[in-house]
């Protein structure tokens, strides 16, 4: 599957507009405000996600580490981002009491090719791989003391992704993006991203922006233990970008 993705980046290669506008970015530990919507499932036990940004995550976020970078090679260019989190969600039904400890990694290699340059707005063509990581462990107890034999899970997957991204320059420091992907490694492995951003940039060096990210992602899997994951990742982001 990755080499059938892969295969399609030479296509990226063709000529085309050159890219004399671009510069190096880099956004360390920026925010994304994740709301989780969805199911985890561990085997035989379904371990629920459904969090709000607002009211649950901030209390039940143990860690988080972001990084994005990217920059011209060439005709083209290319762009990688990390992101961790660690959630530790808890709740209660009559007298049970379940606790879900939520770790993800996503990591994404990729390419853009300029497809358009109109001046004030410029299109690409977006390709790459990216690479998921959960480790998930459920665990129960009562509210005698007696407790439920923790379970724990988790996988990690490949896809490759294709999608676009556009770009309108509304003025000398106000500039608008939008990207849309596909992600895809097999019948039982897709998602889908979207994201819309608005970038100020206050130095020749830097910029802050703010936006919102949709991620939805929908796994089924596992080596030893049937792992599924359906579930929706959305909510605002807001950073920090260093040009060089």
């Given at each position: ?185 097999g019948s039982d492995n897709s998602s889908v991203n979207l994201q819309a951003l608005a970038k100020f940039r206050f130095a020749q060096w830097g910029n802050v922006f703010l936006g919102y990210r949709a991620f939805w992602v929908d796994y089924e899997g596992g080596d030893s233990n049937l792992y599924r994951f359906d579930a929706t990742l959305q909510g605002p982001v807001l950073g920090l970008s260093f040009r060089f």
């Open positions: 599957m990755i080499r059938s993705a892969l295969s399609l980046l030479p296509l990226l290669l063709l000529t085309g507009p050159a890219m004399a506008d671009r510069q190096f970015e880099l956004a360390p530990l920026f925010i994304w405000g994740t709301s989780l919507s969805g199911d985890a499932t561990l085997g035989s036990r379904d371990a629920p996600l459904d969090l709000d940004f607002r009211d649950d995550v901030l209390d039940n976020l143990d860690g988080a580490y972001t990084l994005r970078l990217e920059g011209p090679v060439g005709p083209v260019a290319l762009f990688a981002e990390y992101q961790y989190f660690d959630l530790s969600p808890a709740t209660r039904i009559n007298n049970l009491e379940a606790r879900v400890d939520f770790e993800s990694t996503l990591f994404e290699l990729g390419v853009a090719k300029t497809l358009g340059n109109s001046g004030t707005t410029r299109w690409d063509l977006l390709g790459g791989a990216r690479y998921l990581d959960h480790d998930v462990r459920v665990s129960a107890s009562f509210g005698d003391g007696g407790r439920i034999p923790a379970t724990n899970g988790g996988d990690d997957w490949w896809q490759g992704f294709v999608g676009g991204r556009v770009w309108h320059q509304l003025s000398d420091r106000w500039q608008l993006s939008g990207r849309a992907d596909l992600g895809y490694g």
